[in-house]
């Protein structure tokens, strides 16, 4: 079973930073791309920024030039480095990564892509 846990998450001041980290594991064949996404209280979740092979990157707008984002691709993990924290960033943040997962198939091996979500970090930014 492949499952995605982040962490890193916690209280911050304004102005203040925190690294996410997300670990992907189980019969991972490879990761296509690795996402952040966050849900803030009484909103929709929405997307944050994408890891996307060995070098691409994508922001959403709200988070560009502030968050970066990077991949370690041998420890199967992605990172958001946030800095100038504002309130309005305070949300629960989930990764979700496009797994290939390596599986038993009767004609031997199997290959089947999964969209896989974590279970989320919480992160306050409060004075």
């Known amino acids: 079973q492949v499952q995605l846990v982040e962490s890193g998450g916690g209280l911050v001041q304004p102005g203040g930073s925190l690294r996410l980290s997300c670990s992907a594991s189980g019969n991972i064949f490879s990761i296509s791309w690795m996402a952040w996404y966050r849900q803030a209280p009484g909103r929709q979740r929405e997307y944050v920024a994408t890891?996307?092979?060995?070098?691409?990157?994508n922001y959403a707008d709200s988070v560009k030039g502030r968050f970066t984002v990077s991949r370690d691709h041998a420890k199967n993990m992605v990172y958001l480095q946030m800095t100038n924290l504002k309130p309005e960033d305070t949300a629960v943040y989930y990764c979700?990564?496009?797994?290939?997962?390596?599986?038993?198939?009767?004609?031997?091996?199997?290959?089947?892509?999964?969209?896989?979500w974590g279970q989320g970090t919480l992160v306050t930014v409060s004075s």
């Open positions: 979700k990564a496009a797994v290939v997962e390596e599986v038993a198939d009767t004609t031997g091996r199997d290959y089947r892509p999964l969209e896989v």
């Open positions: 890891a996307t092979g060995e070098s691409g990157r």
